[in-house]
């Protein structure tokens, strides 16, 4: 069916009428008499030639449009949602359910309306795919909410009458399946797959841990544990890494599908991302015993970060550097305060470079020239010979005295000129290798480092030391340029050896606490840049800058297993050039298991890549990062445990399938009980209207119309001689 119609120019009409009338009256004033004389009938053809003629040009004037309405008659369509997870073995009767599943494939779906609908069969877990042969009942997680998203997107141009999903209702992933069907706007006609059948089983559902601990310091492991059938038995808890039981305790179950928590507090033996497993023994007509079992991961650092911090003098740069070291369990450190008159009670800085090599990290806090000197032989073995790093924070005592030759070579300024100390009132600004750079975080968010330091307090003063060596990272300068035009380095990093060296020249560094907190503020701030400092010296330069991991080392069977890459080049900054390639293969070693994917950029310096669907076990990776011709390699492990997605439910099943009908404006029935499913349901036919414009202005037929009117007047007039 086609509905034409004709639009023209509103205004252009009406002038289009006035000269039309115009032009009609002057024409039949023309042809009125004519010379010599000619038959009436003649001179009608003549002038009613040029009367069109003129018509037509005055309507494309008006610029009409023809338009045409082709109407098509749509058949409805419904789309029938199985359940396809591991969850529906689970169900009571399952036999039974499994036949009346196959019964509704085969078409005994209970429609009502038009008899044209067309019924359309999906499975569904994790995500939808089009039905093919049988149900396997083997999906490791249940998405619904992702599946009718995905639904939506097939059935964008579809007249899709009703959404039928046969289901359990334990869901555990994805988009929350409301607010996606709310989207989708049709009705969603549920059926009840369930309920679960009570089975004896146990099954820990949680395990809640820390992600970082401590060599030889106890960590407090917490479960979750549920029970059926066992109610009042004790049994064993068993904590393992490496072969090796580090923690052992009891629970007594309390049954009646009822959950419980208990905590273990364990010690970790060894430091390293190290893998745990906590299990409970499996007992006779257990149904399930793979779920007796979860692995988990930790960081096992050693015991505590040693620091010796050394400061010149007494001040109040001391007192707010201590408080954060005693405020945190990551770090242990001596104080030395050099004082000639031997009244402070504090340790001596250690003479040699043995007892220094001791420390994980050394902070010298405004040190006089003078007084290092006896030092510096020290710190250039510590830095040199054991590769461990110093924090230089720079004051007015520094400025005191000439740096000699040898604590030149450890700081990162050029010349040999005598430091300077000027107050000033400023914000640092970052440079491009300062904005990227770990050390420089004090923010909650890495998205504008520069826009984080603007608002903290103002530095009220600054050491001028000279031009960086070119070894040196500038990582923040003066934002006034010196009379030369030159910006002054204020904090730098570089490398004495294999040591790390880090100089900040701008202070006073406790008023960013102090004058925060005044403010309204909290003061974290200092306390994360204190941190961000000390993380960055303490940790190997290459892990930093090349990072490629999985977000996890234990995953859940049917979890997706993401990684991400994170890169930057020697100055910090983000590498937005290369590609990584990443190898994922099973411990058996079997290359024709190995999976090899192409990481995806997501910003500069950033790469994902995400795998579906692995078969639980432990797994190895390698990846390959190629710029050039340099290729860079990581490697590591990481593991897919038994417990699957599928064992924990986050969705009530009966209240949520209920919720999901009643909202959209569908029914709710059970599997073995589902004739009444589509009462009052609407499955008619649709019009699909599709609005086909053609603007007529320039189109050749009017054009070729007018010419050939024209020319036939001209033709006419021509032949008989009229003037």
Not at 71 to 87: G, K, M, N, T, W
Not at 271 to 300: A, C, H, I, Y
Not at 621 to 633: E, I, K, L, N, R
Request: proline share 5%; aromatic share 8%; with cysteine.
């Amino acid at each position: 069916m086609t509905e034409l119609s004709i639009s023209l120019n509103n205004l252009w009409i009406v002038v289009s009428i006035f000269l039309a009338i115009a032009f009609f009256l002057f024409i039949a004033f023309y042809y009125r008499r004519t010379n010599p004389p000619l038959k009436k009938s003649i001179r009608i053809f003549l002038a009613l030639c040029r009367s069109v003629a003129i018509a037509l040009l005055l309507i494309v004037l008006a610029e009409p449009v023809l338009s045409y309405v082709v109407i098509r008659q749509i058949d409805p369509h419904v789309a029938v949602l199985f359940d396809d997870s591991e969850s529906i073995r689970s169900v009571e009767n399952f036999e039974l359910k499994r036949e009346a599943m196959d019964v509704l494939l085969s078409g005994g779906l209970p429609t009502a309306g038009d008899e044209k609908t067309i019924t359309d069969f999906f499975a569904f877990s994790d995500s939808l795919r089009p039905f093919s042969d049988s149900l396997a009942f083997n999906g490791k997680r249940t998405a619904l909410g992702d599946c009718i998203n995905e639904l939506a997107d097939e059935y964008r141009e579809v007249n899709l009458r009703g959404v039928v999903v046969i289901s359990d209702g334990l869901l555990n992933s994805g988009t929350n399946p409301l607010s996606a069907a709310a989207e989708l706007a049709v009705p969603f006609y549920t059926v009840d797959a369930g309920p679960q059948r009570s089975s004896r089983d146990i099954r820990i559902v949680k395990v809640i841990h820390d992600d970082i601990a401590y060599k030889d310091r106890p960590s407090t492991l917490e479960l979750e544990v549920e029970s059926r059938g066992f109610e009042g038995v004790t049994l064993p808890i068993r904590v393992r890494s490496e072969g090796k039981t580090v923690a052992s305790g009891e629970i007594k179950l309390s049954g009646e599908a009822s959950r419980q928590r208990t905590s273990i507090e364990f010690v970790p033996p060894s430091t390293g991302v190290k893998t745990f497993s906590v299990s409970l023994p499996s007992q006779p007509e257990e149904e399930l015993v793979d779920n007796n079992k979860r692995s988990f991961s930790m960081k096992v650092l050693k015991s505590r970060v040693k620091i010796l911090l050394a400061a010149g003098y007494l001040n109040w740069e001391l007192t707010f550097l201590k408080r954060i070291l005693d405020n945190s369990d990551d770090f242990d450190y001596d104080l030395t305060v050099f004082d000639r008159s031997n009244r402070l009670n504090s340790a001596a800085f250690p003479s040699t470079a043995e007892a220094l090599g001791e420390y994980d990290l050394v902070i010298l806090l405004d040190y006089s020239p003078s007084i290092l000197a006896s030092k510096l032989a020290a710190l250039n073995s510590y830095l040199k010979d054991h590769g461990k790093p110093v924090l230089f924070i720079l004051g007015e005592e520094f400025t005191k005295a000439f740096p000699s030759k040898d604590l030149r070579e450890l700081l990162p300024f050029d010349g040999n000129a005598k430091p300077l100390f000027r107050h000033d009132d400023f914000h640092i600004r970052l440079t491009e290798q300062g904005r990227h750079h770990p050390a420089m975080q004090v923010g909650s968010s890495t998205l504008d480092v520069q826009e984080s330091w603007n608002d903290l307090p103002p530095f009220e003063a600054y050491v001028v030391a000279g031009k960086e060596k070119d070894d040196a990272t500038v990582l923040a300068v003066h934002p006034e340029p010196t009379r030369e035009g030159k910006l002054l380095p204020l904090l730098l990093a570089h490398r004495v050896g294999s040591g790390k060296v880090l100089t900040i020249g701008a202070g006073p560094l406790w008023k960013t606490d102090f004058l925060s907190r005044g403010r309204g503020g909290t003061g974290e701030e200092y306390s994360r840049f204190i941190h961000s400092c000390i993380r960055w010296l303490i940790t190997s330069e290459d892990l930093e800058r090349i990072r490629i991991s999985p977000d996890k080392v234990v995953f859940r069977s049917g979890e997706k297993v993401s990684f991400t890459a994170s890169l930057l080049d020697d100055s910090y900054q983000p590498i937005d050039e290369g590609s990584v390639v990443l190898s994922v293969y099973p411990d058996s070693g079997l290359t024709r298991d190995t999976l090899v994917a192409s990481m995806v950029r997501t910003a500069p310096g950033k790469m994902t890549a995400n795998l579906h669907l692995l078969e639980a076990g432990d797994y190895g990776y390698s990846a390959d990062f190629t710029v050039g011709d340099s290729v860079s390699q990581v490697t590591g492990s990481f593991m897919v445990e038994p417990f699957s997605l599928e064992e924990e439910a986050f969705y009530e099943k009966e209240d949520l399938l209920r919720e999901l009908a009643v909202a959209s404006g569908g029914n709710y029935a059970s599997l073995l009980s589902m004739d009444s499913l589509f009462a009052n349901a609407e499955l008619s036919s649709s019009e699909k209207r599709n609005l086909k414009e053609h603007p007529l202005t320039h189109h050749w037929l009017i054009l070729l119309i007018v010419l050939a009117l024209l020319s036939v007047e001209w033709a006419v007039r021509k032949r008989l001689q009229l003037m």
